[in-house]
Each structure stands twice: as C-alpha cells, then as structure tokens.
C-alpha cells in the first residue's frame, strides 16, 4: 500500500516538474513585462510580477501595432493550415490510393524539399514575386509558407491513409462512390485525428516563420509579429518590457490553439505507423 501511495505521489511530483519547465518561460516572459528597470537590472531577479506596471500592455496595444501585427500572423497562420491541409488530404491520397508513373519519384522529391533550408530560396523566390507582384502581400507568405509546409504534410497524411484497410473503399465503390467521394465520407473522418497533427503543424510553421516575412514584407502594417518584435531591438537601447508583453502576447494564440487539438496530435502523428 505504501509502494503504491508513494507510485501516485512520485508520478504527480514528476507531472508537476514537466509542468513547471513547460510554462516557466512563458511565466518569465510574463513577469519580466511588468518588472520596473530597477527589477530588471537588480542583484536579486523580481520572481513575482508587479501588476502596477500592467499599462505596458495596454501601450503596446495601443500606441504600438502589436494588434496589427498579431491579426497579421494570425491571417498567415490560418491560411497557410486551410490551404497546406486542403491540398495535402488529396495529395497524400492520390500518393497512398494511386498508381501512377514517376510515384517513387516524387515522393522522393517531397522528402527532398524539407532539406532545403529557406535561405536558400530567398533570393529566386524574391524575383518570382515581384513578377508576379506578390511581394508586400499577405496572401505571398500563405504561398509560400504553404508550397514548404505542404510535403510534410502530404506525407503525414498518406501514412494516415496507407491504414485504412481498402476494403472500406471497395464497398463504397461497389455501390456506386466515386473517388472523391470515397475520400471526402471515408477517409477523411478516420484520419481526422492526422488532420488535426498537420494542422497544427502548419499553423505552427507559419506563426513562426520569419526569413520571408521579413524579405518579402515592406508595409509595417503588413508585417507579422515574428518580424514587428524584432524591429523593437535598436542601436541604442531595447525597450526590454515592451518585447517581452508582445512576445508574451504572441505566444498566447499559439499555445490556446495548441490547447484546443492537442488531444489529436499524439495519435494523429502515429496514426499510419504500424499496420494491421
């Protein structure tokens, strides 16, 4: 009895620790934005927050363009998931479901892309923009954000795919389905949980991104956040409680959102991996 009360306390201690790693750098960020210049700059770190200096926040979203900047991202990292997921469930099919030439190849090249790094692309890409006046545009880094997110994706969902036994595509088409539909009253609700990982995935990777949004965007007003935080750090001094309330302000959406699907991205990344 007592090996197992002390199983249950050891087990909920180890929970508790994990817990504290995973949210004291939001904690940290959280109290460093309302710490006076003489807290920050103290012998002994402020380890509780000074409500008094809560107005950073309100500046930052009322002077600054932190508002602007958080709508911009969230604009990104939307349609960067809608479009990257809405192309990656036909692809993976087609590459789980289909047989075609060049197949092998492709999915070759897929697995191809994710070695390039964005630098390298900078340049080309920048020019294949300003032909087609993309440049300065949000609906620029939904492309592109979504043409590097989308391999992984489609590869996720194909061995999503690859685990739904084919006889249930079988029956529909002996009475009467046809692929699309197969895919769309099928498929589609038995890798919802797949789905839901690659979401995630993408919204994450555009939320983040910053080597494009800083080259392609020149508006201030169209910039993201991952770039507008950046543009606080200067040649003379860093309003160090400023960054951090739009830092903290930043992670927010992106952990909430993380919050609402997390219980599917477990078992979305694994679905596929074993068979049978």
Avoid: C
Avoid at 3 to 19: D, E, P, S
Avoid at 138 to 150: D, E, R
């Amino acid at each position: 009895m007592r090996r197992f009360r002390f199983g249950i306390t050891a087990r909920i201690v180890a929970v508790l620790v994990v817990l504290g790693i995973a949210v004291f750098p939001l904690y940290w960020m959280f109290v460093t934005a309302l710490s006076s210049n003489g807290d920050l700059f103290a012998d002994r770190p402020r380890l509780t927050p000074d409500l008094g200096q809560f107005g950073v926040f309100v500046d930052a979203l009322a002077e600054g363009k932190a508002a602007g900047w958080l709508l911009n991202s969230l604009v990104i990292a939307l349609g960067t998931m809608v479009l990257s997921v809405g192309l990656g469930i036909p692809l993976g099919y087609a590459l789980s479901r289909f047989s075609f030439w060049g197949k092998a190849v492709l999915t070759v090249v897929l697995l191809f892309t994710q070695m390039l790094p964005e630098a390298l692309m900078v340049v080309p890409l920048f020019a294949l923009f300003r032909r087609f006046d993309l440049l300065d545009s949000l609906t620029g880094l939904v492309l592109v954000n979504s043409a590097f997110v989308l391999p992984i994706v489609a590869l996720i969902l194909k061995g999503a795919i690859d685990g739904i036994p084919r006889e249930l595509e079988e029956a529909a088409r002996a009475d009467g389905a046809r692929p699309f539909t197969t895919l769309t009253r099928i498929n589609v609700p038995l890798i919802a949980p797949s789905i839901a990982a690659t979401a995630v995935i993408a919204f994450f990777h555009a939320w983040n991104e910053y080597v494009f949004a800083v080259t392609f965007i020149f508006n201030p007003d169209l910039q993201p956040a991952s770039v507008g935080i950046a543009n606080f750090i200067g040649e003379l001094g860093t309003p160090i409680q400023t960054v951090m309330a739009v830092a903290f302000l930043f992670t927010l959406p992106a952990v909430a959102f993380y919050l609402l699907v997390q219980k599917y991205v477990v078992s979305g990344m694994t679905a596929g991996a074993v068979k049978g």
